[in-house]
């Protein structure tokens, strides 16, 4: 598989409370298994434990709301790092271009 680095770790959290990072990518293929590593930010101004979890668009339409499209999260709160493992289903529309990581505080609903 391929590594990809999605770092932003020096501002504790994005404007709005979200971060595009839509012009990095990584080339996904479907029926691979692939992993993934989220780290908590600790230390001073951070916001610890964190909970996170990742979706991706399988079917390109845009949405990450489909079923099946929550490739993991973590089981509950992290205060150093998470790893898990996720495949992508060989159903899946070739090369799945977008995905959607996030991290919060607190879990809320939508979660």
Request: aromatic share 10%; with cysteine; hydrophobic share 35%.
């Amino acid at each position: 598989g391929e590594t990809m680095t999605i770092n932003n770790s020096n501002s504790n959290c994005s404007p709005n409370g979200f971060g595009d990072f839509t012009a990095m990518v990584a080339d996904l293929d479907a029926g691979s298994t692939y992993s993934v590593t989220v780290d908590a930010l600790v230390g001073a101004g951070s916001y610890s434990p964190q909970f996170a979890q990742v979706w991706i668009d399988l079917d390109q339409n845009g949405s990450f709301e489909d079923a099946g499209e929550k490739m993991l999260a973590t089981p509950g709160s992290m205060t150093t790092e998470f790893t898990a493992n996720f495949t992508i289903p060989p159903t899946a529309a070739i090369r799945p271009r977008a995905a959607f990581v996030r991290s919060a505080r607190r879990r809320s609903t939508p979660w």
